[in-house]
């Protein structure tokens, strides 16, 4: 604890006391000892008590705070107070808490331009400075905190890969906005551009829907990729049950991140690693949960570079086995009405992680963060109060897994002559849609963009957006604006969509992404032409165009790989890196030589 910030003496003499459980023969246990301990080392120290640090805090373990704080979206605006908070547990705790920057691309403010490539691209730098920040600086354990998107998979894999004792610390979403009387989310602004270009939604409508979407701070607050994440972290064992839920703004947010640093302190004790807690059953149980809530389908691409980095045996193919297993029990956007806030208000991510075990949908033998299995957490919150009765949450947007929303879950991975590696596709709507029809293809997102804008679009029509994949876009960009263009313009259900890129976690319809291998790499969606004609069909979980083997082979032999978008940069360097979206898009040197 900095010189800055001085306790009272009962919690100096607390502090002091958990110290104590650190001295003696853990002490080699520390690394921290690398630079805290030893005559050689007063160098070390000295830099330390530069910074206000004394001799209780030398003599504690460290614990990285990496914290992504930032102007830069209302996702992380507040995680200053976030990081605080956890500082004081695991200051109270006995650690010394050392807080350090890594970035942040806020999805939404990028999102359908150019800038939108750095997003996938940022997993991978927050990952690496986390990484190498904990390593140079011989920490000893790190509560990760994360508030946009792709903070949560950056930080889980820091902590896979540097295999401390971690907590994962969410920094909670966003409460909706009100319009007209209902609950809204940034999607309905995506949607209302779509709307308003149809005209049907005027431009007073859409300034006052635009005032009103976001009304503080926190990541998007529907089930969307930032509350997946958080949800699968609980899934996975990473965070504690129940840490997901809280909204950016309320005290218990603060509650949950001061319990994240006491608890970094209990895992230093008992030496608990990610490496006992992530098996092939906990992503299992992760999996399970994403198609139960309807999760965003960047999940798929996060979980298997989780497994990567995890030694775990995933595929995108186990995706869809647990999804026809599972039924989809939560309706929340974007395919429901509801949001974060509202699955908080009865109980929060255990309500549906216990309705899954008790039907046999998940490992209840599954190790979690705190020491105890999935099972036994489930039962600690009930004993404690903390987690209501079944019988007595009353939510129409959650159901039974005997009467569910859906008989399976709404991951659906796709597969056929248009994406022999696999797609991915989320059901927001009819879990037996099937759609044929006219390809319209386009190079990139800005052009699909203008076709959808120009009221172009024509019932049937199969929108084909490709060279936007890990390599070749570079980056797999979102592609929210098209998407949610194409529903504002009454196209949710008539006009399908595929790409070797991503799709936000808000997007609905009949949208199909992460098609491989992607047009870069000669996949076949990089040798379709305008007017083949294209097979949507989710029962059958085909995607397909009308050309025989053949064909598709003489298109090949005439076909070129794209030049490079980028010859220099960090977007020329991750261009060189990734590997496929099948595989997670990962950019681990000893991950991508395994596949």
Same mark, same amino acid.
């Given at each position: 604890m900095s010189e800055q910030q001085p306790r009272s003496e009962g919690e100096r003499s607390r502090r002091r006391d958990d110290a104590d459980r650190f001295a003696g023969e853990k002490d080699g246990d520390l690394r921290s000892r690398d630079v805290t301990e030893g005559a050689d080392k007063a160098p070390h120290r000295a830099m330390f008590r530069a910074m206000g640090f004394d001799d209780e805090d030398l003599s504690s373990p460290i614990v990285g705070v990496p914290n992504p704080a930032a102007d830069i979206t209302p996702c992380n605006v507040h995680l200053d107070d976030v990081a605080d908070a956890a500082i004081d547990g695991i200051d109270a705790a006995g650690g010394m808490p050392i807080e350090f920057g890594t970035i942040t691309i806020s999805d939404a403010i990028s999102m359908g331009t150019e800038g939108m490539k750095a997003s996938l691209i940022s997993r991978e730098v927050i990952a690496d400075s986390v990484e190498l920040v904990s390593f140079g600086e011989r920490m000893d354990a790190l509560v990760t905190v994360a508030g946009c998107d792709k903070n949560l998979p950056g930080m889980l894999m820091a902590s896979i890969r540097t295999d401390l004792p971690s907590v994962f610390l969410y920094g909670g979403s966003i409460m909706p906005g009100e319009h007209e009387g209902r609950d809204v989310t940034i999607v309905q602004v995506f949607e209302g551009v779509g709307a308003y270009a149809e005209g049907d939604m005027s431009g007073e409508e859409l300034d006052d829907l635009e005032r009103h979407a976001c009304p503080g701070a926190g990541s998007c607050g529907g089930m969307f990729t930032a509350n997946t994440m958080a949800s699968i972290s609980e899934a996975l064992g990473m965070a504690p049950l129940g840490s997901a839920s809280a909204p950016a703004e309320d005290?218990?947010?603060?509650?949950?991140?001061?319990?994240?640093?006491?608890?970094?302190?209990?895992?230093?004790?008992?030496?608990?690693?990610p490496s006992d807690i992530l098996s092939r059953e906990s992503f299992e149980n992760a999996i399970a949960l994403q198609t139960a809530i309807g999760g965003s389908t960047n999940g798929v691409l996060h979980l298997l570079a989780l497994a990567a980095e995890a030694d775990v045996d995933l595929s995108i193919e186990d995706f869809d086995e647990i999804s026809r297993r599972t039924p989809k029990?939560?309706?929340?956007?974007?395919?429901?009405?509801?949001?974060?806030?509202?699955?908080?208000?009865?109980?929060?991510?255990?309500?549906?992680?216990?309705?899954?075990?008790?039907?046999?949908?998940?490992?209840?033998?599954?190790?979690?963060?705190?020491?105890?299995?999935?099972?036994?957490?489930?039962?600690? /919150?009930? $004993?404690? @109060? #903390?987690?209501?009765?079944? !019988?007595?949450? +009353?939510? &129409?947007?959650?159901?039974?897994?005997?009467?569910?929303?859906?008989?399976?879950?709404?991951?659906?991975?796709?597969?056929?002559?248009?994406?022999?590696?696999?797609?991915?596709?989320?059901?927001?709507?009819?879990?037996?849609?099937?759609?044929?029809?006219?390809?319209?293809?386009?190079?990139?997102?800005?052009?699909?963009?203008?076709?959808?804008?120009?009221?172009?679009?024509?019932?049937?029509?199969?929108?084909?957006?490709?060279?936007?994949?890990?390599?070749?876009?570079?980056?797999?960009?979102?592609?929210?604006?098209?998407?949610?263009?194409?529903?504002?313009?009454?196209?949710?259900?008539?006009?399908?969509?595929?790409?070797?890129?991503?799709?936000?976690?808000?997007?609905?319809?009949?949208?199909?992404?992460?098609?491989?291998?992607?047009?870069?790499?000669?996949?076949?969606?990089? /040798?379709? $032409?305008? @007017? #083949?004609?294209?097979?949507? !069909?989710?029962? +059958?979980? &085909?995607?397909?165009?009308?050309?025989?083997?053949?064909?598709?082979?003489?298109r090949r032999e005439e076909w070129d790989a794209p030049e490079p978008q980028y010859e220099g940069g960090v977007l020329a360097k991750y261009a060189r890196d990734f590997a496929g979206a099948s595989d997670g898009a990962v950019t681990n040197p000893r991950l991508t030589h395994d596949l």
């Open positions: 005290a218990e947010r603060y509650e949950v991140a001061e319990r994240a640093g006491e608890l970094a302190l209990e895992c230093i004790e008992e030496d608990r690693r029990i939560a309706d929340l956007q974007p395919g429901g009405s509801r949001v974060m806030n509202d699955l908080h208000e009865v109980g929060g991510v255990p309500v549906v992680l216990r309705r899954l075990l008790e039907a046999d949908l998940l490992h209840g033998d599954a190790m979690t963060v705190t020491g105890r299995t999935l099972a036994e957490e489930l039962a600690e /919150l009930e $004993e404690r @109060g #903390d987690l209501p009765d079944d !019988d007595d949450i +009353e939510a &129409d947007f959650l159901y039974t897994v005997d009467d569910p929303k859906e008989e399976e879950g709404a991951i659906k991975i796709l597969k056929g002559n248009l994406a022999p590696n696999g797609s991915v596709l989320k059901v927001t709507g009819d879990d037996e849609f099937y759609h044929e029809g006219p390809a319209r293809v386009f190079e990139n997102e800005e052009d699909a963009m203008e076709y959808v804008q120009s009221g172009a679009v024509d019932s049937g029509d199969v929108i084909v957006i490709r060279n936007e994949g890990p390599t070749g876009g570079p980056g797999m960009r979102e592609m929210l604006g098209v998407t949610a263009a194409v529903v504002g313009a009454g196209h949710e259900d008539d006009v399908a969509l595929l790409t070797d890129g991503r799709f936000s976690g808000a997007t609905r319809g009949p949208m199909i992404g992460h098609v491989a291998p992607e047009a870069a790499d000669g996949g076949p969606i990089g /040798l379709i $032409e305008d @007017g #083949d004609h294209v097979t949507v !069909d989710i029962p +059958e979980r &085909d995607l397909a165009v009308d050309l025989s083997e053949e064909e598709l082979a003489e």
